[in-house]
C-alpha cells in the first residue's frame, strides 16, 4: 500500500471531505434535473423547462420544498428505527465514496497528493459492505412503519439485498483476481497495461503497448461486467427492479410512512447510491479516470487532471444507463425477478470464475463462450416454448370458477376457466350458463 494517503497534512485532508461532499450534493441536484430531461426526451415530453435556464431550478425548488415541509411521524411507528433508518441510507450513500479515485497522484497547494480521500488494502470489499449498511436503511424504515405496504417494502428489499449482493460479489472477484489487489487505486492502474495485439495483416505481435490499447476489465472480463451491471441495479432499486417501492403495487413501499426531511434523505440516498454503483463499475471494470485509446496516443493527456473529467464522463454515461432502463423497460414480476438472480445470475458467474481461474489468459475467450452458450440455451428453451405451445391444464374442480368469490377479484388459477369462456374454451355452453347462473344466485 503506498503510503501517499496517510502522508497528507490534515487541511489537504480537510478540503477532500468538503469538496467530495460538494460535489455529490451538487451532482445529484444536476442528475434529478438530467433524469427528467432524458425521460422526457426519450418519452417525447419536454421536461422541466420553466423555472431557470434550462429548468435547472426546477431540481432546487423540490429540494427546498422538502426541507421545509412538514414532517411528521405517524403515531404507531417505532420513533428510534423510524429516524435511523434515513441517516443510515444517507450515511452509506456518502461513505462508499471515501475509497472511489476520481484521478492519479496530482500536485494540490504544492502538496503531492491523490484525489482520493483515501484507500484501503481491502477497499472493493468496503464498498460492498457499505451497500450493504445502505439496504439495511431500507429494511429498517420497512420494519418501522405503520403499514403492511413499509413492510412488505422492506422484505423485499432484503431478498433483493441477499439475492443480488451474491452475484455483485461474484462478479467482482474476478477483478479482483486480474488485478491481484483489492485496492481501488491499485485496480485502476491495473487495467493500464497493454493488451497483446496481432496485426491481422502480418501476425506480427504488439506486446509493449505501441497501439496504446490497455486491457479494461470489461472487455477481459464480459460475463462480469453484464453480471455486475445487472446487480448494481437490482441493488439500488431502479427501475425495473424497482419493486422495494412499487407504487403501482405498495404506494410507495417502504418510504410509505416519510415525508419531508427524511424522505430528501431517502431521495438524496438513491440518487448518491447510483452515482456510486456507476462510479464502483467504472473503477472496476472501465479503467477509472483512465483516458480511452486513441486520445491515451494524444500528447498531453496525460495530465491527471483531465482524469477528474474522464472520470466524471464515464460515470454520468453509466448513470445515463439506468435513465434508458426506467424509460424502455416494464417492472420485473416478482418471481421473475428472484429467478434471474439465484437461477441465472449467480450460476453463470460462478461457471465463468471458475473458468479464470484454471485459465486467467483466457478469460475475454471464457466470456465470448459463456455469452454464445447463455444465448444457445435461452434460444432452445424459447423454441422449445413455442413448439409446445399452450398446454392443456388438468381441470382443478368442477365447479364453475367464479373470480369474485370471497368479496375480491381473483385471476383464475392454472386449469381455472371464467364462465364466460368455458362455452368457448371447452364446448360446453351449458356449463357457462350454469356458472353465470351460480354468481347470479350468490349476488342475490
Not at 111 to 134: C, K, N, W, Y
Not at 234 to 251: I, K, Q, W
Not at 320 to 344: E, I, V
Not at 348 to 356: F, G, R, T
Request: charged content about 15%; hydrophobic content about 50%; proline content about 7%.
Amino acid at each position: 500500500m503506498n503510503p501517499i494517503f496517510f502522508e497528507d497534512p490534515w487541511w489537504i485532508i480537510l478540503i477532500k471531505v468538503l469538496g467530495l461532499f460538494v460535489v455529490l450534493l451538487l451532482w445529484t441536484i444536476f442528475n434529478v434535473w438530467y433524469e427528467r430531461r432524458v425521460l422526457g426526451k426519450m418519452q417525447n415530453r419536454i421536461g422541466p423547462v420553466m423555472n431557470g435556464p434550462l429548468g435547472l431550478g426546477q431540481a432546487l425548488g423540490d429540494g427546498a420544498k422538502l426541507i421545509f415541509k412538514e414532517d411528521y411521524r405517524p403515531a404507531n411507528t417505532d420513533p428510534l428505527i423510524y429516524n435511523l433508518a434515513p441517516i443510515l441510507s444517507g450515511f452509506a450513500a456518502f461513505t462508499a465514496w471515501s475509497v472511489i479515485p476520481f484521478a492519479g497522484e496530482v500536485t494540490m497547494f504544492g502538496h503531492e497528493t491523490r484525489l482520493q480521500l483515501t484507500d484501503l488494502p481491502m477497499a472493493a470489499l468496503f464498498v460492498l459492505a457499505i451497500a450493504s449498511i445502505g439496504i439495511y436503511g431500507i429494511v429498517l424504515a420497512g420494519w418501522s412503519g405503520s403499514n403492511p405496504y413499509s413492510l412488505l417494502g422492506g422484505v423485499r428489499s432484503a431478498a433483493q439485498m441477499i439475492s443480488y449482493e451474491l452475484a455483485m460479489g461474484l462478479a467482482i472477484v474476478g477483478v479482483l483476481m486480474k488485478a491481484g489487489s483489492m485496492s481501488t487505486h491499485q485496480i485502476v492502474e491495473a487495467q493500464n497495461q497493454p493488451i497483446p495485439f496481432a496485426n491481422p495483416f502480418t501476425g506480427e505481435l504488439f506486446m509493449n503497448g505501441e497501439h496504446g490499447i490497455t486491457g479494461w476489465y470489461f472487455f477481459l472480463l464480459f460475463p462480469s461486467f453484464v453480471i455486475f451491471v445487472i446487480a448494481m441495479v437490482g441493488e439500488t432499486n431502479r427501475a425495473p427492479f424497482d419493486l422495494p417501492e412499487a407504487e403501482s403495487e405498495l404506494v410507495s413501499g417502504f418510504m410509505t410512512d416519510y415525508s419531508g426531511f427524511r424522505y430528501a434523505m431517502f431521495f438524496l440516498a438513491e440518487y448518491i447510491n447510483m452515482l456510486t454503483v456507476s462510479a464502483v463499475c467504472v473503477t472496476l471494470f472501465l479503467g477509472g479516470y483512465l483516458m480511452p485509446w486513441p486520445l491515451n496516443l494524444i500528447p498531453g493527456f496525460d495530465n491527471p487532471w483531465l482524469g477528474v473529467l474522464v472520470f466524471v464522463i464515464k460515470v454520468q454515461l453509466v448513470f445515463s444507463f439506468f435513465m434508458w432502463l426506467r424509460a424502455a423497460t416494464w417492472r420485473f414480476r416478482y418471481d421473475h425477478f428472484m429467478n434471474l438472480g439465484w437461477k441465472y445470475l449467480i450460476e453463470i458467474a460462478l461457471v465463468y470464475l471458475i473458468a479464470v481461474m484454471i485459465y486467467p489468459e483466457g478469460s475475454a475467450f471464457f466470456g465470448v463462450l459463456t455469452a454464445i452458450v447463455v444465448y444457445f440455451i435461452y434460444a432452445s428453451k424459447r423454441r422449445k416454448d413455442l413448439e409446445d405451445g399452450p398446454q392443456p391444464d388438468l381441470e382443478i374442480d368442477d365447479a364453475p370458477f367464479d373470480p369474485y368469490a370471497g368479496g375480491y377479484p381473483v385471476p383464475p388459477m392454472k386449469g381455472q376457466v371464467l364462465p364466460e369462456l368455458v362455452g368457448v374454451v371447452g364446448g360446453q355452453s351449458d356449463d357457462a350458463a350454469a356458472g353465470e347462473t351460480a354468481i347470479k344466485e350468490r349476488d342475490a
